[in-house]
């Protein structure tokens, strides 16, 4: 299996910035979409940016434009830059990796791992 661990929130005041990072446990053959989600309390999971497997990147229009969406793949890792932040960024943020690894079998396997989720508070 691959795990996904995630770093960077906090608690921050309004128009203030955080940078979170999502990292793989293993080592990864391909990963196609990489992508945020976010759940606010009472609130349904919801995408605030994916990007693809060629770098194009996807954004919420709640985000658009204070946000940015990265990734490395010799590191799989995924980055989101939060910038501006609103109080109604607070959530619990989660990462989405989906791809492909070879067991230590060999085995080719298909994947599609979150991670734990980090709170993200916004408030003075």
């Known amino acids: 299996q691959v795990q996904l661990v995630e770093s960077g929130g906090g608690l921050v005041q309004p128009g203030g910035s955080l940078r979170l990072s999502c990292a793989a446990s293993r080592s990864i053959f391909s990963i196609n979409a990489m992508g945020w989600y976010r759940q606010a309390p009472g609130k349904q999971r919801e995408l605030v940016a994916d990007i693809s497997k060629g770098g194009s990147a996807h954004y919420a229009d709640s985000v658009k434009g204070r946000f940015t969406i990265s990734r490395d793949d010799a590191w799989n890792t995924v980055y989101l830059q939060m910038n501006s932040l609103k109080p109604e960024d607070a959530a619990v943020y989660y990462c989405?990796?989906?791809?492909?690894?070879?067991?230590?079998?060999?085995?080719?396997?298909?994947?599609?791992?979150w991670g734990q989720g980090t709170q993200v508070t916004v408030s003075s």
């Open positions: 989405n990796i989906a791809g492909v690894y070879f067991t230590d079998y060999g085995i080719r396997t298909i994947f599609d791992s």
